[in-house]
């Protein structure tokens, strides 16, 4: 049975909180969740990605290697043109329906993340390409010239510097991701927007429940935010930090 709803809009935002903040609780950790797990999959999925689209060419490779690094890059711009030049609504429509006909009905929590990972990956994966592309190429000669393989270069020398320029990008796409697991109801995914609907829709009082769900987004994202910029601030700082205790020990030696 339902208690009685008072008059009065903040009265009414204060008893639905009261009411049903179990359910408005449960959405922020499926909201959080998914954006967090997803967005650190995206990042592995782009790192695949990335290297499929460079598909340095050799003039040492073989024909059979060439035509492997052909058709990886097709590939990976065909992933990255569909998942940036279509809405994540359709792709979590396609996803977990398409699925569903084939017999494989996903846990929706699963189904969530595994559309947040695609969708992160295509994104993330242009900024590392760009990123690796920016790093002098006389790095990962010189990382050849002393018996790394060109996956280990990758692994040792190029990807660790541009994560550390990507940190930014990262978290940007993290605040995206918060905000875009909205559009994950459409396939009954318990996040925020939907415990949100489903509280409207059990007291009829859609702009006030809203209210309550713009609230704890706004929250989350400006929390998120400002985490990430304490780190990357701490990043810099350690970075300005260590260049002048390098430049002293070299000015003591000499």
């Known amino acids: 049975m339902l208690a009685i709803m008072p008059s009065g809009f903040f009265e009414i935002v ?8 179990p359910l408005y609780l449960s959405g922020i950790r499926f909201t959080i969740v998914i954006a967090v797990v997803g967005t650190f999959l995206g990042l592995l999925v782009a790192f695949l990605l990335s290297v499929l689209r460079l598909g340095d060419r050799d003039p040492r ?29 359709v792709q979590a429509m396609i996803f977990y329906y398409g699925l569903a006909m084939l017999g494989l009905r996903l846990e929706l929590m699963l189904a969530g993340i595994i559309v947040v990972t695609l969708n992160t990956a295509a994104y993330l994966s242009e900024v590392l ?9 006389g790095q990962m000669e010189a990382a050849r010239s002393i018996g790394m393989t060109k996956g280990q270069g990758y692994i040792h020398v190029i990807f660790p510097q541009v994560v550390r320029n990507m940190v930014p990008a990262i978290g940007n796409e993290l605040v995206i991701n918060i905000k875009d697991t909205a559009v994950l109801s459409v396939i009954g995914v318990g996040e925020l927007f939907y415990m949100g609907r489903s509280v409207a829709g059990t007291y009829y009082r859609y702009t006030e429940s ?29 970075t300005t930090t260590n260049l002048p205790d390098n430049q002293l020990d070299t000015g ?3």
């Open 14 to 21: 204060w008893f639905l909180i009261q009411e049903e903040y």
């Open 61 to 89: 490779d073989a024909k059979i290697s060439i035509v492997l690094k052909r058709i990886g890059n097709i590939v990976g711009l065909s992933y990255v043109e569909f998942f940036r030049g279509t809405p994540m609504i």
């Open 129 to 137: 390409r760009a990123g690796i592309n920016s790093i002098d190429p």
């Open 210 to 238: 809203f209210v309550i769900v713009a609230f704890i987004y706004l929250i989350i994202v400006l929390i998120t935010t400002r985490i990430l910029n304490a780190v990357v601030a701490r990043m810099n700082r350690n």
């Open 252 to 254: 003591a030696t000499l």
